[in-house]
């Protein structure tokens, strides 16, 4: 009898080591949870009903539909899935992640050792902060975006063929157009930056912040090219190599004309026309009373201002048609 019971004990110890073993420390946490998320371990059946604080097993893949869901890893790294994407989390041996289909963002704190983020054809390097990370499956396309810290976009078929990523910029890689680097990386703007975050199944709130980056960072981008091409008009100016003195023969000519114009646009753009800074601007007191009758407008004067802004038209329209966010011209 005490034999038995003895076989018995030790089956039971047995069940419970056997059960510890299969049950480990998860690799990441719930933090928002969607409808119709499904999560595979690498062993034990498909879960389809986790909640928020749920645990994850290392080596799962996460498949989300129509919502967007949020996990966080072991070392604090947030990841913000979007909707219909495919992510495979690390096994207990390896730090890297795989995205399949769909989009992620990844939010980790500022680390010494590189972390890798993989997709079918690229690899995403970074050290930590707020980077986006997109597969489209239909276009064997990825595209990288950064929004704080520098990371490196790298075809994983060739070890040379890699792009660095500055905050407010983006770049992508489709390696069926025959392509070895990533596209040049462009600066986001406001409605880039809004599209993919959507995409990612980020709501208005979550975005705020991230679109205020991107805001800052083209705004800079902008008024420092401003301020260059001004600095270069007066030092040619001082030089006495003038716009006006490159001979019309000569190839790829600057009509000083046009240039003034485009430049007054891209003033206009950044800065605000003098009507609209004119209101953040107090008027004047002037001691007296106001003139009864307004002066006569000089008849050349409003002739010129007339043929002026007809150019300004012109010009706009020419920058209406080329279109920035096109593959071609981030090239």
Partial sequence: MNK????????????????AESDPAPCAVVTRAGAALRVIPPKGKIETALLVDQGIACGSIVITQVEPVW?????STELKLGPSS????????????????????????ARGADRSYFTPNA??????GVSLLQYLPADRTTVAGCFNRKVTLRNRFHSDAIREISAGEMTR???????????HARVMNHSTATEVLVQAGLDAEAREPLVAVVKQVFED???????????????????????????????????????AIVMKLMKDRIYGTE???AR??????????????????????KSQEKKFQTEVKRIEKEIGRMDPDEEGDAE
Wanted: aromatic fraction near 4%.
């Fill in 4 to 19: 038995s019971i003895l076989g018995m004990m030790l089956i039971l110890f047995a069940g419970v080591e056997v059960h």
């Fill in 71 to 75: 996990i966080r890893l072991q070392d």
């Fill in 86 to 109: 495919f992510l495979e989390l690390p096994d207990s041996a390896a730090k890297d992640l795989r995205l399949y289909r769909g989009s992620v963002l990844v939010s980790a704190p």
């Fill in 123 to 128: 690899e995403l390097v970074f050290q930590g």
């Fill in 173 to 183: 890689l489709a390696v069926h157009e025959g392509r070895v680097e990533p596209a």
């Fill in 221 to 259: 981008r902008a008024k420092s090219l401003v301020s260059g091409i001004e600095s270069f008009g007066e030092e040619a100016e001082s030089a006495g190599r003038s716009i006006a003195s490159v001979p019309q023969g000569a190839k790829h000519v600057v009509d000083p004309k046009e240039a």
């Fill in 275 to 277: 009507t609209e800074q």
């Fill in 280 to 301: 953040f601007v107090p008027p004047p007191i002037r001691a007296g009373r106001a003139p009864a009758t307004a002066p006569v407008e000089d008849a050349e004067k």
